[in-house]
C-alpha cells in the first residue's frame, strides 16, 4: 500500500483483509525490486482466463477496536492497494462529482474513503476547519467489493489469449445475506446461501449506490469480488504504452516547452561565450602582443596594466586548500555524470522500463559501479598534478566519500522504515548484498583506474608556475566568488527544471516517468550548459586576477 501524502508504504495484510488460505508468501524478486520497496505476494482472488466471476464471497472480517482505527488511519492517509495481474498493474477507475468516470494508471485504488456525519450540532468556522484535519466529524467507509476488468487479446486463432489490460473499480457495499442469514466466517453452510446485495448473475454496477459499508468496531466486513473480461485489439507487446503515458494526460507539448527553455538559456549564454572569444578575448591578445614592440621604459609604464594574462604564471597553481578533496570530487562529479547519462540513454533505448521490475535500479547500480575506474583514473591524474604524495589516501576517499554518505543516509531511512513496519525497508540480507557489491567490486574498480592514472606521465601545463604566488586584488561585488558559485549552480537549474519538475513528481507521487528522449535531450542541454557557465565564471574570475579559481 502506498500514499502520496507520506513517502512509508505498508504492507498490505498488516490491515484486516482476507489472506490466502495457506497464507501470504512472498514472490520472487530482484535486488532492484526489493531496493525500490517493491515487494509482491500472493492473494485468495482466483482468476481464470474468459470466466467471469459474479459476486464471489472470499472471507469475513471483524473488525476490534484496533482494527477500525488501523483502517481509518490509513484510508485518512490516503493510501492506495497496488494490485498486480500478469506483471500489470491495477488502473483505478473512479467517479468525480460530476460522474464523470476517470481512470488513473498509476497509484492503485483507494481503500476506502471519508463522508460528512449527518449532524445538526452547530459549530464554528475555526471547529469545522479542526474538525475535518481531524476527521472527528466524518465517518469512514472501505471499498469491499471490487470490479476486476481484465482485457484480453488473441493474436492469432487457436493460440491462445494474452492477458492487455487490467483495471480495478473499488465499491464500498453493506452485504447482508438473503433470509437474515448471520455468518461467524468459518461454517461452510455460507455457500449454500445467496448475498442480498449482489447478484449471482449480473455484475455489481460502478455506478449503483447501495448502502456503503462503515468502518467501525464490532463491525462485520464481508469482502466480494466481480471479473469482467473484455476482448480489445491491444497487442500484447503494446499494453504497457498507455500505463507509460498516463493516457496521455501530459501533452508532449509540456516536455517540448521545457526543452524550448533550455535550449533558450544555451543560446544565451553561448552568445556571451562568443562575444567573448571573438571581441574581449581578441582584444586583449592584440594588446598584449603589441606590447612586445614597445621599449624597455614604454614597457615599465604599462607595468601597471591589469588582466588575465598577468596571472599565466599562478593559473595552474594547485589548490591551497584541500587539493586532495578538490581531485576526489572531480573524479566522482565524472562518475555520476558518465554514468546518469549511460541509464538514460539505456532507458530510451528500451533496456530499461517499468515492465521489468527493479531494473532500473539495478542498472544505475551497475553503470555506476563500472563508472569506478573512470573516477579513480581521474582523481589519481589530477592529484599527480598537484605533486600530491598522499595517492593511496586519495583512492580510498574517492571510492569511499560519495558511496559512503549515500550508504549511510540509505541506512538511517530503512532503519526508520524498519522500525514503522514499512514494506518499503529492504531486508538485511539485501543490505549485505548491497555493502559486499560496494566493497568486493566498486572499490576495487576505483584502485585499478587509479593504477593506470598513476602510472601515465604528469600532466604538463603549458606554463611554467611561479614560485611565489601573485596578490589578488580585491573584486568587485558581482564577481565574488561564493556569489558566482551560486549563479554557476543556478543558470543549469535553469535550464533543465521543468523535466527535473516532472522527474521529481512522478517519484512523490508514485506515477510513471517514461519520456526518456525528452530527458537525454535536456540532459545533454543541460551538460553544454555547464559548459558555458564555466567558460564564463573561470574568464572574469581571470580577467579580476583571481588565480584561485
Not at 489472506?19 to 525490486?33: H, Q, V
Not at 517493491?38 to 469475513?60: A, E, F, G, H, R
Not at 537525454?520 to 584561485?548: D, F, G, K, S, W
Amino acid at each position: 500500500m502506498t500514499s502520496i501524502r507520506t513517502q512509508i508504504p505498508k504492507n498490505y495484510y498488516r490491515l484486516k483483509f482476507c489472506e490466502p488460505e495457506d497464507g501470504p508468501k512472498m514472490a520472487s524478486e530482484n535486488l532492484g525490486e526489493f531496493l525500490t520497496g517493491n515487494k509482491i505476494q500472493n492473494s485468495p482472488y482466483t482468476i481464470n482466463m474468459k470466466q467471469d466471476v459474479y459476486c464471489n464471497l472470499i472471507c469475513q472480517s471483524e473488525l476490534t477496536k484496533l482494527d477500525s482505527l488501523n483502517f481509518k488511519s490509513h484510508i485518512k492517509y490516503g493510501y492506495n492497494n497496488n494490485w498486480i495481474i500478469d506483471n500489470l498493474p491495477s488502473a483505478s477507475i473512479g467517479f468525480n462529482d460530476d460522474g464523470k468516470q476517470k481512470k488513473h494508471y498509476a497509484g492503485g485504488f483507494p481503500i476506502g474513503y471519508f463522508f460528512d456525519k449527518n449532524t445538526e450540532v452547530k459549530q464554528t468556522r475555526k471547529e469545522k476547519r479542526a474538525a475535518k484535519k481531524e476527521r472527528t466529524n466524518l465517518d469512514a467507509f472501505i471499498y469491499n467489493h471490487v470490479n476486476i476488468i481484465l482485457d484480453y487479446h488473441e493474436p492469432e486463432p487457436g493460440l491462445g489469449y494474452r492477458v492487455v489490460g487490467f483495471s480495478v473499480v473499488p465499491i464500498s457495499v453493506k452485504h447482508e445475506f438473503t433470509g437474515g442469514y448471520k455468518w461467524d466466517g468459518q461454517s461452510t453452510e455460507v455457500l449454500t446461501k445467496e448475498l442480498s446485495t449482489c447478484s449471482k448473475t449480473k455484475h455489481m454496477s460502478s455506478t449503483a449506490k447501495p448502502e456503503p459499508q462503515l468502518v467501525a468496531e464490532n463491525e462485520k466486513i464481508i469482502f466480494t469480488y466481480d471479473v469482467i473480461w473484455q476482448e480489445s485489439d491491444i497487442a500484447w507487446t503494446s499494453r504497457w504504452d498507455v500505463y507509460l503515458s498516463e493516457n496521455s494526460q501530459v501533452p508532449s507539448q509540456v516536455h517540448w516547452y521545457s526543452i524550448s527553455n533550455s535550449i533558450m538559456v544555451v543560446i544565451f549564454l553561448s552568445l556571451l561565450v562568443m562575444s567573448i572569444l571573438l571581441r574581449n578575448l581578441r582584444k586583449d591578445i592584440a594588446g598584449y602582443n603589441s606590447t612586445e614592440a614597445l621599449t624597455d621604459e614604454e614597457k615599465e609604464e604599462d607595468a601597471d596594466e591589469s588582466g588575465w594574462k598577468l596571472v599565466h604564471a599562478d593559473v595552474f597553481r594547485p589548490p591551497q586548500n584541500f587539493p586532495m578533496l578538490y581531485c576526489v570530487i572531480i573524479g566522482s562529479g565524472a562518475q555520476i555524470a558518465v554514468a546518469t547519462g549511460a541509464t538514460i540513454v539505456l532507458s530510451f533505448a528500451g533496456f530499461v522500463n517499468p515492465s521489468r521490475r527493479g531494473s532500473l535500479m539495478l542498472a544505475v547500480l551497475i553503470i555506476y559501479m563500472i563508472c569506478g575506474c573512470l573516477a579513480g583514473y581521474l582523481s589519481s591524474r589530477l592529484y599527480k598534478a598537484f605533486r600530491g604524495r598522499q595517492w593511496q589516501l586519495c583512492t580510498v576517499i574517492t571510492a569511499t566519500a560519495f558511496p559512503g554518505v549515500c550508504f549511510a543516509v540509505f541506512l538511517f531511512f530503512n532503519i526508520i522504515l524498519s522500525f514503522m513496519r514499512s514494506s518499503g525497508a529492504v531486508p538485511f540480507l539485501d543490505v549485505l548484498i548491497l555493502a559486499a557489491m560496494w566493497c568486493c567490486v566498486s572499490i576495487p574498480l576505483v584502485f585499478i583506474g587509479a593504477y593506470f592514472g598513476y602510472k601515465r606521465d604528469t600532466i604538463e601545463y603549458p606554463t611554467v608556475t611561479s614560485t611565489i604566488a601573485r596578490a589578488i586584488p580585491p573584486s568587485n561585488t558581482y564577481l565574488n566568488p561564493k556569489l558566482n558559485i551560486v549563479m554557476a549552480g543556478l543558470i543549469p537549474f535553469i535550464a533543465a527544471y521543468v523535466e527535473l519538475f516532472f522527474i521529481m513528481t512522478s517519484l512523490w507521487m508514485d506515477q510513471y516517468y517514461y519520456v526518456f528522449g525528452f530527458t537525454l535531450i535536456v540532459y545533454a542541454i543541460l551538460l553544454i550548459t555547464c559548459v558555458e557557465i564555466t567558460i564564463l565564471m573561470v574568464y572574469y574570475q581571470l580577467c579580476m586576477e583571481n588565480h584561485r579559481w
